[in-house]
Protein backbone atom coordinates (compact mmCIF):
# COMPACT_ATOMS: atom_id res chain seq x y z
CA UNK A 1 0.00 0.00 0.00
CA UNK A 2 1.69 3.37 -0.96
CA UNK A 3 2.23 5.46 1.71
CA UNK A 4 0.51 8.51 -0.01
CA UNK A 5 -3.11 6.92 -0.55
CA UNK A 6 -5.23 7.67 1.62
CA UNK A 7 -8.29 5.97 0.00
CA UNK A 8 -8.11 2.61 -1.90
CA UNK A 9 -10.18 0.25 -3.29
CA UNK A 10 -9.65 -3.57 -2.44
CA UNK A 11 -11.31 -5.90 -5.28
CA UNK A 12 -11.67 -9.13 -6.08
CA UNK A 13 -9.45 -11.17 -6.53
CA UNK A 14 -7.48 -9.21 -4.00
CA UNK A 15 -4.12 -8.65 -5.34
CA UNK A 16 -3.85 -4.83 -5.50
CA UNK A 17 -5.68 -1.66 -4.16
CA UNK A 18 -7.37 1.13 -6.72
CA UNK A 19 -6.58 4.61 -5.70
CA UNK A 20 -9.90 5.98 -5.26
CA UNK A 21 -9.51 9.14 -7.30
CA UNK A 22 -13.32 9.32 -9.04
CA UNK A 23 -15.29 10.58 -6.02
CA UNK A 24 -19.18 8.91 -5.58
CA UNK A 25 -19.17 7.49 -9.05
CA UNK A 26 -15.95 5.36 -8.61
CA UNK A 27 -17.63 4.02 -5.17
CA UNK A 28 -20.51 3.10 -6.96
CA UNK A 29 -18.82 1.04 -9.56
CA UNK A 30 -16.85 -0.35 -6.39
CA UNK A 31 -20.75 -1.60 -4.42
CA UNK A 32 -21.13 -3.67 -8.32
CA UNK A 33 -18.46 -6.36 -7.27
CA UNK A 34 -19.44 -8.21 -4.22
CA UNK A 35 -17.26 -8.51 -1.61
CA UNK A 36 -15.02 -5.09 -2.46
CA UNK A 37 -13.60 -3.08 0.61
CA UNK A 38 -12.45 0.82 1.54
CA UNK A 39 -8.86 1.26 2.64
CA UNK A 40 -8.65 3.91 4.67
CA UNK A 41 -5.03 5.28 5.53
CA UNK A 42 -6.34 8.04 8.14
CA UNK A 43 -3.43 10.75 8.61
CA UNK A 44 -3.99 13.55 7.55
CA UNK A 45 -7.46 12.59 6.01
CA UNK A 46 -9.91 12.35 8.66
CA UNK A 47 -11.20 15.48 7.26
CA UNK A 48 -12.91 16.80 4.19
CA UNK A 49 -13.87 15.08 1.30
CA UNK A 50 -12.06 12.02 2.06
CA UNK A 51 -14.10 11.13 5.51
CA UNK A 52 -17.12 12.43 3.28
CA UNK A 53 -16.48 9.40 1.22
CA UNK A 54 -15.81 6.98 3.61
CA UNK A 55 -19.28 8.13 5.86
CA UNK A 56 -21.27 7.99 2.73
CA UNK A 57 -19.42 4.72 1.05
CA UNK A 58 -22.04 2.74 -0.37
CA UNK A 59 -24.03 -0.52 1.62
CA UNK A 60 -22.45 -3.06 1.30
CA UNK A 61 -18.83 -1.75 0.60
CA UNK A 62 -16.41 -2.93 3.81
CA UNK A 63 -14.18 -0.16 5.33
CA UNK A 64 -10.68 -1.30 6.55
CA UNK A 65 -9.24 1.79 8.45
CA UNK A 66 -5.51 2.28 8.98
CA UNK A 67 -4.78 4.29 11.74
CA UNK A 68 -2.03 6.79 12.02
CA UNK A 69 1.20 7.04 13.78
CA UNK A 70 0.59 6.78 18.10
CA UNK A 71 1.62 10.60 18.57
CA UNK A 72 -0.53 11.80 15.95
CA UNK A 73 -3.47 9.64 17.39
CA UNK A 74 -2.75 10.99 21.31
CA UNK A 75 -2.23 14.54 19.45
CA UNK A 76 -5.77 14.56 18.43
CA UNK A 77 -7.90 12.40 20.56
CA UNK A 78 -10.96 13.49 18.04
CA UNK A 79 -9.58 11.76 15.56
CA UNK A 80 -10.30 8.01 17.04
CA UNK A 81 -13.85 9.01 17.41
CA UNK A 82 -14.14 10.27 13.89
CA UNK A 83 -13.07 6.99 13.07
CA UNK A 84 -15.30 4.65 15.13
CA UNK A 85 -18.09 6.60 13.48
CA UNK A 86 -17.75 5.17 10.09
CA UNK A 87 -18.17 1.53 11.47
CA UNK A 88 -14.84 0.30 10.07
CA UNK A 89 -15.02 -3.69 9.20
CA UNK A 90 -11.18 -3.72 11.16
CA UNK A 91 -9.33 -1.23 12.13
CA UNK A 92 -5.21 -1.47 11.85
CA UNK A 93 -2.90 0.18 13.58
CA UNK A 94 -0.19 2.22 11.68
CA UNK A 95 1.63 0.33 9.15
CA UNK A 96 3.70 1.45 5.90
CA UNK A 97 3.94 -1.83 4.15
CA UNK A 98 0.61 -3.10 4.27
CA UNK A 99 -0.32 -5.59 1.10
CA UNK A 100 -3.86 -6.17 -1.07
CA UNK A 101 -3.29 -9.41 0.67
CA UNK A 102 -2.74 -8.56 4.52
CA UNK A 103 -5.97 -6.42 3.83
CA UNK A 104 -7.79 -9.19 2.29
CA UNK A 105 -7.05 -11.76 5.44
CA UNK A 106 -8.54 -8.47 7.60
CA UNK A 107 -11.88 -8.92 5.69
CA UNK A 108 -12.02 -12.46 5.67
CA UNK A 109 -11.69 -12.45 9.40
CA UNK A 110 -15.47 -13.68 11.13
CA UNK A 111 -17.06 -11.34 13.30
CA UNK A 112 -16.21 -11.66 16.90
CA UNK A 113 -19.93 -10.57 18.03
CA UNK A 114 -21.96 -11.10 14.91
CA UNK A 115 -25.34 -10.16 16.57
CA UNK A 116 -23.73 -6.67 17.63
CA UNK A 117 -21.86 -6.31 13.94
CA UNK A 118 -25.33 -6.92 12.15
CA UNK A 119 -27.35 -4.73 14.17
CA UNK A 120 -24.80 -2.03 13.80
CA UNK A 121 -25.00 -2.49 10.27
CA UNK A 122 -28.98 -2.30 9.91
CA UNK A 123 -28.65 1.40 12.46
CA UNK A 124 -25.50 2.59 9.92
CA UNK A 125 -27.78 1.88 6.89
CA UNK A 126 -31.22 3.53 8.71
CA UNK A 127 -33.02 0.44 9.31
CA UNK A 128 -33.40 0.44 12.82
CA UNK A 129 -33.37 3.55 15.05
CA UNK A 130 -35.10 2.16 18.41
CA UNK A 131 -33.68 -0.20 21.10
CA UNK A 132 -36.32 -2.53 21.78
CA UNK A 133 -36.06 -3.39 17.49
CA UNK A 134 -32.72 -3.74 17.86
CA UNK A 135 -32.43 -5.90 21.07
CA UNK A 136 -34.52 -8.52 19.32
CA UNK A 137 -32.75 -8.83 16.05
CA UNK A 138 -29.72 -9.12 17.84
CA UNK A 139 -31.44 -11.88 19.94
CA UNK A 140 -31.94 -13.67 16.61
CA UNK A 141 -29.02 -13.33 15.56
CA UNK A 142 -27.40 -14.52 18.26
CA UNK A 143 -29.81 -17.51 18.72
CA UNK A 144 -29.22 -18.69 14.90
CA UNK A 145 -25.86 -20.19 16.33
CA UNK A 146 -28.19 -23.70 17.80
CA UNK A 147 -31.77 -22.03 16.46
CA UNK A 148 -33.07 -23.80 13.36
CA UNK A 149 -36.75 -23.33 13.30
CA UNK A 150 -39.07 -20.04 13.97
CA UNK A 151 -40.20 -22.06 17.07
CA UNK A 152 -37.52 -22.85 18.62
CA UNK A 153 -36.06 -19.18 17.73
CA UNK A 154 -39.73 -17.56 19.55
CA UNK A 155 -39.28 -20.33 22.59
CA UNK A 156 -35.68 -19.21 23.41
CA UNK A 157 -37.01 -15.92 23.38
CA UNK A 158 -39.88 -16.14 25.51
CA UNK A 159 -42.24 -15.02 23.05
CA UNK A 160 -44.76 -16.50 20.81
CA UNK A 161 -44.48 -16.81 16.88
CA UNK A 162 -47.06 -14.31 16.27
CA UNK A 163 -45.78 -11.58 18.70
CA UNK A 164 -42.52 -12.20 17.30
CA UNK A 165 -43.34 -11.91 13.88
CA UNK A 166 -45.65 -8.38 14.86
CA UNK A 167 -42.99 -6.74 16.59
CA UNK A 168 -41.15 -6.75 13.39
CA UNK A 169 -44.00 -6.66 10.68
CA UNK A 170 -45.45 -3.41 12.70
CA UNK A 171 -42.03 -1.61 12.24
CA UNK A 172 -41.82 -2.83 8.25
CA UNK A 173 -39.25 -5.41 8.58
CA UNK A 174 -38.83 -9.28 7.13
CA UNK A 175 -40.43 -11.89 8.98
CA UNK A 176 -38.44 -13.72 11.60
CA UNK A 177 -37.98 -16.84 9.31
CA UNK A 178 -36.28 -14.35 7.08
CA UNK A 179 -33.92 -13.03 9.66
CA UNK A 180 -33.00 -16.89 10.73
CA UNK A 181 -32.37 -17.87 7.81
CA UNK A 182 -30.08 -14.89 6.56
CA UNK A 183 -28.12 -15.29 9.74
CA UNK A 184 -27.49 -18.70 9.40
CA UNK A 185 -26.24 -17.85 5.97
CA UNK A 186 -23.60 -15.24 7.06
CA UNK A 187 -22.45 -17.59 9.73
CA UNK A 188 -21.85 -19.91 6.98
CA UNK A 189 -20.05 -17.15 4.79
CA UNK A 190 -17.54 -16.35 7.39
CA UNK A 191 -16.89 -20.65 7.95
CA UNK A 192 -17.19 -20.46 4.14
CA UNK A 193 -13.69 -18.23 3.80
CA UNK A 194 -11.72 -19.39 6.40
CA UNK A 195 -11.64 -23.20 6.11
CA UNK A 196 -10.75 -25.10 3.04
CA UNK A 197 -13.74 -28.02 4.08
CA UNK A 198 -16.25 -28.53 1.51
CA UNK A 199 -19.38 -27.90 1.41
CA UNK A 200 -21.16 -30.80 2.51
CA UNK A 201 -18.97 -30.54 5.16
CA UNK A 202 -19.47 -27.43 6.32
CA UNK A 203 -23.46 -27.59 5.52
CA UNK A 204 -23.57 -30.74 7.60
CA UNK A 205 -21.98 -28.65 10.55
CA UNK A 206 -24.51 -26.11 10.69
CA UNK A 207 -27.09 -28.03 10.75
CA UNK A 208 -28.28 -28.59 6.94
CA UNK A 209 -28.69 -31.55 5.45
CA UNK A 210 -26.60 -30.96 2.38
CA UNK A 211 -24.87 -29.15 0.29
CA UNK A 212 -27.29 -28.60 -2.23
CA UNK A 213 -29.95 -27.49 0.64
CA UNK A 214 -27.12 -24.40 1.76
CA UNK A 215 -26.71 -23.70 -2.15
CA UNK A 216 -30.36 -23.14 -2.84
CA UNK A 217 -31.07 -21.32 0.51
CA UNK A 218 -28.50 -19.13 -0.32
CA UNK A 219 -29.45 -18.02 -3.83
CA UNK A 220 -32.90 -17.85 -3.07
CA UNK A 221 -31.85 -15.37 -0.08
CA UNK A 222 -29.08 -13.65 -1.63
CA UNK A 223 -28.90 -14.10 -5.17
CA UNK A 224 -25.46 -16.05 -5.10
CA UNK A 225 -24.02 -19.39 -4.64
CA UNK A 226 -21.35 -20.56 -1.90
CA UNK A 227 -18.90 -20.40 -4.25
CA UNK A 228 -19.02 -17.28 -4.97
CA UNK A 229 -19.30 -16.42 -1.35
CA UNK A 230 -15.77 -18.14 -0.54
CA UNK A 231 -14.47 -16.45 -3.06
CA UNK A 232 -15.96 -12.80 -2.90
CA UNK A 233 -14.53 -11.68 0.93
CA UNK A 234 -16.34 -10.45 3.76
CA UNK A 235 -20.38 -10.39 5.28
CA UNK A 236 -21.38 -7.07 4.66
CA UNK A 237 -21.91 -7.12 1.13
CA UNK A 238 -24.09 -10.79 1.56
CA UNK A 239 -26.37 -8.78 4.29
CA UNK A 240 -26.92 -5.99 1.81
CA UNK A 241 -27.89 -8.81 -1.03
CA UNK A 242 -30.12 -10.08 1.35
CA UNK A 243 -32.13 -6.55 2.46
CA UNK A 244 -32.01 -5.70 -1.03
CA UNK A 245 -33.98 -8.38 -2.35
CA UNK A 246 -36.04 -7.93 0.53
CA UNK A 247 -36.82 -4.83 -0.25
CA UNK A 248 -37.22 -5.40 -4.26
CA UNK A 249 -40.18 -8.20 -3.27
CA UNK A 250 -41.49 -6.36 -0.64
CA UNK A 251 -40.62 -7.85 2.29
CA UNK A 252 -38.81 -4.40 3.78
CA UNK A 253 -40.80 -1.07 3.98
CA UNK A 254 -39.01 0.41 7.04
CA UNK A 255 -41.46 2.73 9.46
CA UNK A 256 -38.87 3.57 11.91
CA UNK A 257 -35.56 4.70 9.87
CA UNK A 258 -34.42 7.89 10.30
CA UNK A 259 -33.36 8.93 6.89
CA UNK A 260 -34.16 7.26 3.13
CA UNK A 261 -31.74 3.82 3.19
CA UNK A 262 -31.97 4.57 -0.47
CA UNK A 263 -29.28 7.18 0.08
CA UNK A 264 -26.06 4.40 -0.37
CA UNK A 265 -26.53 2.64 -3.29
CA UNK A 266 -25.64 -0.86 -3.23
CA UNK A 267 -25.28 -4.06 -5.20
CA UNK A 268 -27.33 -6.25 -6.49
CA UNK A 269 -29.78 -4.46 -7.44
CA UNK A 270 -30.58 -1.50 -9.51
CA UNK A 271 -33.48 0.16 -7.34
CA UNK A 272 -32.77 1.36 -4.16
CA UNK A 273 -34.87 0.31 -0.77
CA UNK A 274 -35.98 3.58 -0.95
CA UNK A 275 -37.39 4.00 -4.43
CA UNK A 276 -39.02 0.38 -3.67
CA UNK A 277 -40.66 1.92 -0.49
CA UNK A 278 -41.96 4.77 -2.54
CA UNK A 279 -43.35 2.45 -5.10
CA UNK A 280 -45.10 0.60 -2.34
CA UNK A 281 -46.94 3.69 -0.97
CA UNK A 282 -48.14 5.04 -4.24
CA UNK A 283 -48.80 2.18 -6.27
CA UNK A 284 -49.87 -0.67 -4.08
CA UNK A 285 -53.26 -1.78 -5.02
CA UNK A 286 -55.49 -1.94 -1.86
CA UNK A 287 -57.34 -4.71 -0.61
Not at 36 to 46: D, F, I, K, N, Q
Not at 63 to 83: D, F
Not at 212 to 222: A, G, K, P
Not at 246 to 251: H, L, V
Amino acid sequence: MEPHTKLSALLHPYERLEPVRGGRTQLKQVSRRPGSALVWRVEGSHRGECLRLVRERPGGVALIAVLPPAPVLESSPELLQAVLQTRPHGLLPHHVGLTAANLAEVLRRPPADLGAEVTDYLTWRGLVVDKDTRNVLRRIVDLSARARTVTELSRAMYLSRRALGRRLSNRGLPVPSHWLQVARVLRLVSRLQNSDANIFSIAYEFGYPDGFSVSNQMYRLVGFRPSLARERLGWEWVLEAWLRREADGGGLVPRAAAGDVGDREAVPSPRSIGSVRKRRQSHEPTA
